[in-house]
């Protein structure tokens, strides 16, 4: 409209609403700070989606919420309710019944009190034996009906919603036979499906006949069995939680008031629901506590929440293997936790499907695990949290943008051509524009002035790096830093030394090769038995693989050898103290390495002295060197001297 005027701005209404729900990056960025501090890769993973990006709106917290409502539910009453109600009609019933017999004088009003005065002490059994009595009383009369009709109707309405209002009437026979021909055609429809018959058109033909007693509407069989086995499941642990005198009192009212045949067409409808879904707890009970009775669809009701609550806490602990979240109900989340959960619930999901949207992590069958993509955004700060601590000294000055796969500076330069990538030769190229421009301020460059250095082509390395993954190493507080150690390695010769050849050997009692993301998720060896044989071994393998690259041998432990391979059939033999036999193993593989000409350094983690002396030995044997770093200087230590190690004896 002309005159509308329109202003634009930044948003100052609160949170973004546009921004998406968590900083992905930085939820990476979580996981990588929690193993290069030396957690498990899963277990990192796991954690983020427990604790939740930032802190907030985790698995770990709707956990605690629905352990907090189990609690309450465990409170919320005495499931013996239905029993004490039947008691104190009865007792009400009774009493009317006196009264009105103590007005009357006659040989039947006296006979009649003889049996009242007779009745078993167990409510049950006084009810059914009152079965047959005429009663003199119309108040009693009505009042013993209750007990019948009243746990009738919350047996049936609690396993069928829409059973309760027929079931009340129950002096129509129409509905009384509505019912009955109901619960026939339910059990024959579920035997049919136990049996893994086509029942879509039997279920559509029950639907259209009986879909009144079931407001749920649901769509299949599936569905109609998911509604009903949950509620007979909770019927079944109420049984199964109250003693064995309640349970057989329970037990003895409800068949009498739901009568023979109703009572045998509801216990075969819970062995269909129990063939057909038994994975429902259907054996266990629960020791529910509380001053205030419960009816029996009360109780049944606390039970189905508690059990509901149950498979809610067992889809957020995530423990089984290759659990996700989609196996989070998020309606059960938001029914039993409220709609906030379930929202928070859905954020996760997103969160992680962003994460591999944008190819952070992969599943396989055991769950999430980094990507490559994302190990090299890990690699990236354990090498820059290394060279954070380098600084200009003895093992000199090592800058990455300076360091690369162009070359060494040969001390010549040549005009710059269309895709060099060198560094610019700065003195010569302004010397050229001076020269052909003159003196003049500003000197005016052209194109034909530029001037690169040139290099030449940088050796190659073929470099092994053998990380001790025995038990000690965790234990001792080394994990973390190796780690990082060797991922900063890994990415140091990949982005900056890409025509090196890095192979990383992890040796406990055997040793294996380690790719980058195997490196990231490897756990400690429980095993005991440190191989440097077998780990110096695989080393020697790599080596002969790249027979023109500089050969490179990094070892890091903290432990001597206990172990070797044995010549026979190649299986690890342990032994503490370290065998001759082992240590004269370890010095054949040493010197094979020396002869094929490979630099080998080792870095001594913690104080032994027998290690010290054995390692020494070894070093001075290979024409090595020997490190024994601080756990927090093992990154700076490693890289340098791989920077130094590479250029090398040839």
């Given at each position: 409209m002309?005159?509308?005027?329109f202003?634009y701005?930044?948003?100052r209404g609160?949170?973004?609403?546009?921004?998406?729900?968590?900083?992905?990056?930085?939820?990476v960025?979580?996981?990588g700070?929690?193993?290069?501090?030396?957690?498990?890769?899963?277990?990192a993973?796991?954690n983020l989606l427990?604790?939740?990006?930032q802190?907030?709106?985790?698995?770990?917290?709707l956990a605690?919420?629905?352990?907090r409502?189990?609690?309450e539910?465990?409170?919320?009453?005495d499931l013996?309710?239905?029993?004490?109600?039947a008691?104190?009609?009865?007792d009400?019933?009774?009493?009317?019944?006196?009264?009105?017999?103590?007005g009357?004088?006659?040989?039947g009003?006296r006979f009649?009190?003889t049996?009242?005065?007779?009745?078993?002490?167990s409510?049950?059994r006084?009810?059914e034996?009152?079965?047959g009595?005429?009663?003199?009383s119309?108040?009693?009369?009505?009042?013993y009906?209750?007990i019948?009709?009243?746990l009738?109707?919350?047996?049936?309405?609690?396993?069928?919603?829409?059973l309760?209002d027929?079931?009340?009437a129950?002096?129509d026979?129409?509905?009384?036979q509505?019912?009955?021909?109901?619960?026939r055609d339910?059990?024959d429809?579920?035997?049919r499906?136990?049996?893994?018959?086509?029942?879509?058109d039997?279920?559509?033909?029950?639907?259209?006949?009986?879909?009144?007693f079931?407001?749920?509407q649901?769509?299949d069989?599936?569905?109609?069995?998911?509604?009903l086995?949950?509620?007979?499941?909770?019927g079944?642990?109420?049984?199964n939680?109250?003693?064995?005198?309640q349970?057989?009192?329970?037990?003895?009212?409800?068949?009498?008031?739901?009568?023979?045949?109703?009572?045998?067409?509801?216990?075969?409808?819970?062995?269909?629901?129990?063939?057909?879904?038994?994975?429902?707890?259907?054996?266990?009970?629960?020791?529910?506590?509380?001053?205030?009775?419960?009816?029996?669809?009360?109780?049944?009701?606390a039970l189905d929440?508690?059990?509901?609550?149950?498979?809610?806490l067992?889809?957020?602990?995530q423990?089984?293997?290759?659990?996700?979240?989609?196996?989070?109900d998020?309606?059960?989340?938001?029914?039993t936790?409220g709609?906030d959960?379930a929202?928070d619930?859905?954020?996760?999901?997103?969160?992680e499907?962003?994460?591999?949207?944008?190819?952070?992590v992969?599943?396989?069958a055991?769950?999430l695990?980094?990507?490559?993509k994302?190990?090299?955004?890990?690699?990236?700060?354990?090498l820059r949290?290394v060279?954070?601590?380098l600084?200009?000294?003895?093992?000199?000055q090592?800058d990455?943008?300076?360091?690369?796969?162009?070359?060494?500076v040969s001390?010549g330069?040549?005009?710059?051509?269309?895709?060099?990538?060198q560094?610019?030769?700065v003195?010569?190229?302004?010397?050229?524009a001076?020269r052909?421009?003159?003196t003049?301020?500003p000197?005016?460059l052209?194109?034909?002035?530029f001037?690169v250095?040139?290099t030449e082509?940088?050796?190659?390395?073929?470099v092994?790096?053998?990380?001790?993954?025995?038990?000690?190493?965790?234990?001792?507080?080394?994990?973390?830093p190796?780690k990082?150690?060797?991922?900063?390695?890994a990415h140091?010769?990949?982005t900056?030394f890409?025509?090196?050849a890095?192979?990383?050997?992890?040796?406990g009692?055997?040793?294996?090769?380690?790719?980058?993301?195997?490196?990231?998720?490897v756990?400690p060896d429980?095993?005991q038995?440190?191989?440097?044989?077998?780990?110096l071994r695989?080393?020697?393998?790599h080596l002969r693989?790249?027979?023109?690259?500089e050969p490179?041998v990094?070892v890091v432990?903290?432990?001597?050898?206990?172990?070797?391979?044995?010549p026979d059939?190649?299986e690890a033999?342990f032994?503490?103290?370290?065998?001759?036999?082992?240590?004269?193993?370890?010095?054949?593989?040493?010197?094979r390495?020396?002869?094929?000409?490979?630099?080998?350094n080792?870095?001594?983690?913690?104080d032994d002295?027998?290690?010290r002396?054995f390692m020494?030995?070894?070093?001075r044997?290979?024409?090595?060197?020997?490190?024994?770093?601080?756990t927090?200087?093992?990154?700076?230590?490693?890289?340098?001297?791989?920077?130094?190690a590479r250029?090398?004896?040839?």
């Amino acid at each position: 409209m002309a005159g509308n005027r329109f202003r634009y701005g930044q948003w100052r209404g609160g949170p973004d609403p546009l921004a998406p729900p968590y900083d992905v990056r930085a939820a990476v960025d979580d996981v990588g700070a929690e193993v290069l501090a030396g957690g498990s890769l899963r277990e990192a993973l796991r954690n983020l989606l427990r604790r939740g990006p930032q802190g907030r709106g985790g698995l770990d917290d709707l956990a605690a919420r629905a352990r907090r409502l189990r609690r309450e539910a465990l409170r919320r009453g005495d499931l013996d309710g239905a029993v004490t109600r039947a008691r104190a009609l009865l007792d009400q019933a009774l009493a009317a019944e006196r009264d009105e017999l103590r007005g009357r004088d006659d040989e039947g009003a006296r006979f009649a009190e003889t049996v009242l005065d007779n009745l078993p002490r167990s409510t049950a059994r006084a009810v059914e034996e009152l079965s047959g009595y005429e009663w003199a009383s119309a108040e009693a009369r009505a009042t013993y009906q209750r007990i019948l009709d009243g746990l009738r109707d919350d047996v049936l309405g609690q396993r069928f919603a829409g059973l309760r209002d027929a079931v009340r009437a129950s002096a129509d026979p129409a509905a009384q036979q509505r019912l009955a021909e109901m619960m026939r055609d339910l059990n024959d429809l579920l035997a049919r499906h136990a049996r893994a018959e086509d029942t879509t058109d039997a279920f559509a033909e029950f639907m259209r006949r009986h879909g009144e007693f079931f407001p749920e509407q649901p769509r299949d069989t599936d569905e109609l069995v998911d509604v009903l086995a949950r509620r007979a499941a909770a019927g079944q642990r109420l049984m199964n939680s109250l003693s064995d005198r309640q349970r057989e009192e329970l037990a003895r009212l409800m068949r009498q008031s739901l009568g023979d045949r109703l009572a045998g067409e509801v216990a075969a409808l819970d062995a269909n629901l129990r063939t057909l879904r038994p994975d429902l707890r259907w054996g266990r009970g629960e020791r529910v506590r509380g001053e205030q009775p419960l009816g029996y669809a009360d109780a049944a009701g606390a039970l189905d929440e508690i059990g509901e609550l149950d498979d809610l806490l067992d889809a957020l602990e995530q423990e089984h293997p290759g659990a996700t979240l989609d196996d989070v109900d998020v309606d059960a989340v938001a029914r039993t936790l409220g709609r906030d959960a379930a929202d928070d619930v859905r954020r996760l999901r997103e969160l992680e499907r962003e994460l591999r949207r944008q190819g952070w992590v992969n599943r396989d069958a055991e769950g999430l695990t980094l990507s490559p993509k994302a190990l090299r955004r890990l690699g990236g700060t354990a090498l820059r949290r290394v060279f954070a601590d380098l600084t200009a000294g003895p093992r000199g000055q090592h800058d990455l943008r300076s360091a690369g796969a162009a070359g060494e500076v040969s001390g010549g330069s040549r005009p710059w051509e269309y895709g060099d990538e060198q560094p610019l030769d700065v003195v010569r190229t302004l010397t050229r524009a001076v020269r052909r421009s003159g003196t003049g301020v500003p000197v005016q460059l052209a194109v034909e002035d530029f001037e690169v250095v040139e290099t030449e082509r940088r050796a190659s390395a073929a470099v092994v790096l053998c990380v001790d993954l025995s038990y000690s190493m965790i234990s001792q507080g080394r994990w973390g830093p190796m780690k990082q150690t060797a991922l900063a390695l890994a990415h140091l010769m990949a982005t900056r030394f890409p025509q090196d050849a890095l192979q990383i050997v992890g040796f406990g009692r055997a040793a294996l090769p380690l790719t980058q993301q195997e490196l990231a998720a490897v756990e400690p060896d429980l095993q005991q038995g440190t191989n440097l044989q077998h780990a110096l071994r695989l080393a020697g393998r790599h080596l002969r693989r790249h027979p023109d690259a500089e050969p490179v041998v990094l070892v890091v432990t903290d432990g001597e050898p206990t172990a070797h391979l044995d010549p026979d059939d190649g299986e690890a033999l342990f032994h503490w103290p370290p065998l001759p036999e082992t240590v004269e193993a370890t010095i054949r593989e040493v010197d094979r390495l020396s002869r094929f000409g490979a630099t080998l350094n080792l870095f001594l983690l913690g104080d032994d002295p027998g290690l010290r002396r054995f390692m020494d030995a070894v070093a001075r044997r290979s024409k090595g060197r020997l490190f024994t770093p601080d756990t927090e200087d093992l990154g700076e230590y490693v890289v340098s001297d791989y920077l130094r190690a590479r250029h090398g004896r040839r």
